[in-house]
T-cell receptor, first 112, second 112 residues
Framework: EDKVVQSPLSLVVHEGDTVTLNCSYEVTNFRSLLWYKQEKKAPTFLFMLTSSGIEKKSGRLSSILDKKELFSILNITATQTGDSAIYLCAVEITSGTYKYIFGTGTRLKVLA | DTEVTQTPKHLVMGMTNKKSLKCEQHMGHRAMYWYKQKAKKPPELMFVYSYEKLSINESVPSRFSPECPNSSLLNLHLHALQPEDSALYLC???????????FGEGSWLTVV
């Protein structure tokens, strides 16, 4: 059975800290891995990763994929209270059609 | 511009009511999706339309009936729902299946 596991489930840090969120997967027919940030509304897209070892960066956020060890990390440096959200990892698989399998998310809270 | 618009934002309906959720995008995307998200859970795929044809139905009960009148619109018709169907219903779209999906802000549904 295809599965995506995120860790930790929740995390509380102080402003300025650096956090690393993990997403591991066991799927057949992997195509890509995506990270989303969800505040009180819909998930907003952060990164899409398809190749191992190539870091994607956007401001204080960065992410990398390891297709050999089947995981991805999302790093947030110099955290701010506005980073408080649920971070969702989704793995896209192809099996006749394309589907996304979501992890349970990591709930991040950044304290001032 | 990656905008997916959903209406209504909030809906309260009785178990005997018939209502519809609407979703619209003008990005020329040809794949559109309905997800259901319960509190503290990741989004769960319900339906996928590809080029206005139903591509995936994740064994959703028949009280949920999707409709794709054209390439920009996606509806979810609701009839005889149960209180456990109360959730955030997310519409999403992508250029085609296999491309990054972008979510709308969701419709909060409460069944009383």
């Amino acid at each position: 059975e295809d599965k995506v596991v995120q860790s930790p489930l929740s995390l509380v840090v102080h402003e300025g800290d650096t956090v690393t969120l993990n997403c591991s997967y066991e799927v057949t027919n992997f195509r890509s891995l995506l990270w989303y940030k969800q505040e009180k509304k819909a998930p907003t897209f952060l990164f899409m990763l398809t190749s191992s070892g190539i870091e994607k960066k956007s401001g204080r956020l960065s992410s990398i994929l390891d297709k050999k060890e089947l995981f991805s990390i999302l790093n947030i440096t110099a955290t701010q209270t506005g980073d408080s959200a649920i971070y969702l990892c989704a793995v896209e698989i192809t099996s006749g059609t394309y589907k996304y399998i979501f992890g349970t998310g990591t709930r991040l809270k950044v304290l001032a | 511009d990656t905008e997916v618009t959903q209406t209504p934002k909030h809906l309260v309906m009785g178990m005997t009511n018939k209502k519809s959720l609407k979703c619209e995008q003008h990005m020329g995307h040809r794949a559109m999706y309905w997800y259901k998200q319960k509190a503290k859970k990741p989004p769960e795929l319900m339906f996928v339309y590809s080029y206005e044809k139903l591509s995936i139905n994740e064994s959703v009960p028949s009280r949920f009936s999707p409709e794709c009148p054209n390439s920009s619109l996606l509806n979810l018709h609701l009839h005889a729902l149960q209180p456990e169907d109360s959730a955030l219903y997310l519409c999403a779209s992508s250029q085609t299946q296999g491309n990054t999906i972008y979510f709308g802000e969701g419709s909060w549904l409460t069944v009383v």
